[in-house]
C-alpha cells in the first residue's frame, strides 16, 4: 500500500516541473533522458540542437526582467505544503452549494487548486493593489511560505507581523509588486479553460508592467484590450490633474477560433432611439451609413434614389457592398433615403435582427457605475459606512461577466477584497437565470472594525447579505445558489517526515499515526480531495460500514475511511460499495489512515480484498 507522506510529491499540490517535463516530451520524446538517481531529465543540449538558430543566447536580446524574477519563476513552481480545511460554520449553505470562499495568500491557494481546477475556469477577475505606495505588497518567503503566512496573518506567534505598505521611496518599489505578480499569474493562468479569459485591474502606476508581464505569462498574442474605466463623475478638485480613469487589462488563455465573445443587451436609451416613421412590416428600425473607407472600384456605382436624386461616394470613400447586392437590399425596403426619397443612402438596422452591441473598450461610469456608487453598495448592504475602502462597482464586474461568461462558468478572483465578485455573480443570475459559480480568495488581512476582524470576514458577510438582498428583491427566485464554503489556508495535515537518524528512538512513536492530532477528519478529507484534485465542491456521502465511518466522493470515485481500528468486516463493505455505487470507468480508489489497521496483517488482507474487487489504488495517509 503506498503511503501518503507531507513530502510526498502526490502529496503536495501538483507537481509543475514534472507536469512541463512531461509537454515538452510530448513533443520532443528524444530529449528526454535519465538522472544519476534513475529520475526524468531533459537533456538541454539536445532540445537546443531542435531549435536550431531560434534559440537567442546574446546578453542583449529584447527582453522584460528585473530582480528576483528567475527566483519568482522557481516559486511558482514549487508545490505548497499547505493544505485547505474545511469550516461548515462560517459557511452558507455548505451541503448543496457549489461556491467557495478560500481564506488565505493566494498564492499558496492557487498552487492548491492546481490539480481540482486545472482548465476549469472561464473567467478571473482581479484587482490586486496597484502599488501606489500606500498598499502593501505580500511578501512571499521562499522557505517557508506557509509558516510565513502564518506568522504574518497573526496565527502563530504574538498579533503577526504587521503588513506593511511599499512605499515609493523603496529601491525595489516596482520590483516587490513584479516579483509578488508573477508567480500568482503564472498559477492563474493554468487554471483557465482554452476558452478562458482574464480581466485585471490596474491604474497607471503598474499598468505599463503588468502589460509587459502579461505579454510574457499569457503571449502578446493572447492580449484581447485594455479597457478605460471611467470611474469619478468629476475632477478631483484636490489635485492638479485629475485621473478619471482606471485600466482592465484583458488577456485570453488561447487566441483560437473557439474564442468569441457575448454581445451586451441593448440599453433603454438605445432601444428608445429605434424608430418606425415607413410602417415597415419588420418593426422600428435605426438607420446607419453606407459608406465605407477606400477606393473598392465595384464598389463605386452611381445611387439614383427613389425621388430621382444621385448620390456617388464621397471622396476617399466608397459604398459598403457591391451594387447587386445594394440593389437586391432596395427592392426588400430595407434603405432609407430621407422622408422625401432624396436624402442620402442609410441602411436600416432593425430592432427584431440585433442581437446585441459589440463590446468595446470605453466603459462609461454611466454604464458600468463609478467609485463611490461601489462605496454606497457596499455602505448599503453592512447598513454603515467605511466597512471597505477600495471596492469595485457590481456593475462593473457584471459587464465582464456578461463579455464573457456561460450560464454555467466558473469565476475566480483571487484578491477578492468585499467580494464584489461573488455579488456580481449572483445578481447576474439572478437576472438570467444562469448558475454560475464563484471561487473567491482573499488574506485574512486585519481592519480595525471589531464586528469584521479581517477583510475576509467582511467578504463574507457581504456574500451572505447581498445573496439574500437578492433573493428578497427577486421576490422567490428558487433556484439561485446564495451559499458558500469557506475553506482556510493552513499547514498540512500529515506530520512531516523529517525524523533525524540520531532521534530516531525518541521520535518513532510521536509518528506513529502520521496525521497531526489537532487535525479532524474533514480537514484530512477535503486534503485528500485536492491531492487526487477532485473538485471541492462535489457531494460526500456518508457510509456508515461495520460501525465504522466511510466517505464516498463523486458516486464512488474516491472512498475514504479515517477511523481507526478498523477490521475487515467495513472493507469488504467498501468492496461492495463498489458494486452499488458503480463508479465511472469501474474505477474506485481508496484511502485508509495508515494507523487505522489493527495491525500489518489486518492491512495485507485488506488490500488483497479490495483488489479482488478490482480496486487497485489503495493507498493510506
Ligand atoms: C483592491 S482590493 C480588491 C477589492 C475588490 N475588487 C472589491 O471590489 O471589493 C485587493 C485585495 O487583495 C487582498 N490581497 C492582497 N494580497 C493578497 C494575497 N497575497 N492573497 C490574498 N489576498 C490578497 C487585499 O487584502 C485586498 O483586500
Redesign the pocket.
Known amino acids: 500500500m503506498h503511503k501518503l507522506t507531507a513530502h510526498d510529491a502526490e502529496t503536495q499540490s501538483l507537481d509543475l516541473v514534472a507536469d512541463n517535463i512531461a509537454k515538452l516530451t510530448a513533443l520532443f520524446p528524444e530529449i528526454l533522458t535519465e538522472g544519476a538517481d534513475g529520475g526524468k531529465r531533459v537533456d538541454f543540449e539536445a532540445l537546443r540542437e531542435l531549435l536550431g538558430t531560434a534559440v537567442e543566447d546574446k546578453e542583449e536580446r529584447y527582453n522584460f526582467t528585473w530582480h528576483g524574477k528567475a527566483q519568482a519563476r522557481r516559486l511558482a513552481q514549487t508545490p505548497s505544503t499547505g493544505t485547505l480545511r474545511p469550516c461548515p460554520a462560517e459557511s452558507k449553505h455548505w451541503d448543496s452549494t457549489q461556491n467557495l470562499f478560500i481564506e488565505?495568500?493566494?498564492?499558496e491557494?492557487l498552487k492548491l487548486l492546481q490539480k481540482s481546477y486545472h482548465q476549469r475556469v472561464k473567467m478571473i477577475?482581479?484587482?490586486?493593489?496597484?502599488n501606489t505606495g500606500k498598499?502593501?505588497?505580500?511578501p512571499?518567503n521562499y522557505r517557508d511560505n506557509i509558516a510565513n503566512y502564518l506568522e504574518l496573518t497573526g496565527q502563530t506567534g504574538e498579533d503577526g507581523r504587521k503588513l506593511a505598505a511599499n512605499p515609493e521611496t523603496s529601491g525595489r518599489y516596482h520590483t516587490h509588486w513584479l516579483n509578488?505578480m508573477y508567480p500568482?499569474l503564472k498559477l492563474a493562468r493554468n487554471l483557465l479553460r482554452d476558452d478562458g479569459v482574464i480581466f485585471i485591474?490596474i491604474d497607471d502606476t503598474e499598468v505599463a508592467n503588468l502589460r509587459k508581464l502579461c505579454d510574457e505569462i499569457f503571449g502578446e498574442e493572447n492580449f484581447i484590450a485594455s479597457i478605460i474605466w471611467q470611474k469619478r463623475t468629476s475632477p478631483d478638485m484636490r489635485t492638479t490633474f485629475s485621473e478619471g480613469h482606471e485600466y482592465i487589462v484583458m488577456f485570453s488563455k488561447k487566441q483560437e477560433a473557439t474564442l468569441s465573445f457575448n454581445k451586451l443587451p441593448i440599453t433603454d436609451e438605445q432601444r428608445a432611439r429605434y424608430k418606425n416613421p415607413d410602417n415597415d412590416p419588420r418593426g422600428v428600425w435605426v438607420s446607419s451609413d453606407f459608406t465605407a473607407q477606400g477606393y473598392r472600384p465595384n464598389q463605386m456605382y452611381k445611387i439614383v434614389t427613389p425621388g430621382g436624386a444621385t448620390y456617388d461616394p464621397p471622396d476617399g470613400k466608397c459604398w459598403k457592398n457591391i451594387e447587386a447586392v445594394f440593389l437586391q437590399q432596395v427592392q426588400d425596403g430595407r434603405f432609407w433615403f430621407g422622408s422625401d426619397g432624396n436624402g442620402v443612402p442609410r441602411r436600416k438596422n432593425y430592432l427584431n435582427e440585433t442581437d446585441g452591441r459589440i463590446p468595446w473598450t470605453w466603459w462609461t461610469n454611466q454604464e458600468v457605475g463609478h467609485s463611490q456608487e461601489?462605496k454606497q453598495e457596499?455602505n448599503q448592504i453592512f447598513d454603515q459606512a467605511e466597512v471597505?475602502s477600495?471596492?469595485?462597482?457590481v456593475r462593473l464586474?457584471e459587464r465582464m461577466l456578461q463579455i464573457t461568461t456561460f450560464e454555467d462558468s466558473v469565476i475566480l478572483?483571487?484578491?477578492?477584497?468585499?467580494?464584489?465578485?461573488a455579488h456580481a455573480v449572483m445578481a447576474l443570475n439572478a437576472e438570467d437565470g444562469g448558475n454560475r459559480k464563484f471561487i473567491m480568495?482573499?488574506?485574512p488581512?486585519p481592519t480595525d472594525k471589531p464586528d469584521y476582524p479581517t477583510?475576509a470576514d467582511i467578504?463574507k458577510e457581504?456574500i451572505r447579505r447581498a445573496g439574500e438582498k437578492i433573493l428578497t428583491d427577486k421576490g422567490g427566485i428558487i433556484n439561485l445558489d446564495v451559499g458558500f464554503k469557506v475553506f482556510k489556508l493552513d499547514s498540512t495535515n500529515i506530520k512531516p517526515w523529517d525524523v533525524g537518524f540520531d532521534d530516531l528512538e525518541t521520535s518513532l512513536p510521536l509518528f506513529a499515526d502520521s496525521l497531526k492530532d489537532d487535525r479532524s477528519n474533514d480537514d484530512v478529507l477535503y486534503e485528500i480531495l485536492l491531492k487526487y484534485g477532485l473538485d471541492l465542491s462535489l457531494p460526500i456521502t456518508t457510509h456508515t460500514l461495520a460501525g465504522k465511518t466511510v466517505y464516498s466522493i463523486g458516486m464512488g470515485a474516491l472512498v475514504v475511511c479515517l477511523d481507526k481500528a478498523i477490521t475487515l468486516d467495513t472493507v469488504e463493505g467498501i468492496a461492495k460499495l463498489k458494486d452499488e455505487l458503480q463508479p465511472e470507468d469501474s474505477l474506485m480508489r481508496v484511502v485508509f489512515r495508515d494507523s487505522g489497521f489493527a495491525d500489518d496483517v489486518v492491512k495485507v488482507n485488506a488490500v488483497q480484498i479490495l483488489k479482488q474487487a478490482g480496486i487497485e489504488d489503495v493507498r493510506s495517509v
Open positions: 488565505g495568500d493566494n498564492l491557494v477577475y482581479i484587482d490586486p493593489p496597484y498598499d502593501f505588497i505580500y512571499d509578488m500568482r485591474s461601489a457596499v471597505f477600495t471596492p469595485k462597482p464586474i478572483d483571487f484578491f477578492s477584497g468585499s467580494a464584489a465578485t480568495v482573499q488574506l488581512e477583510i467578504g457581504r
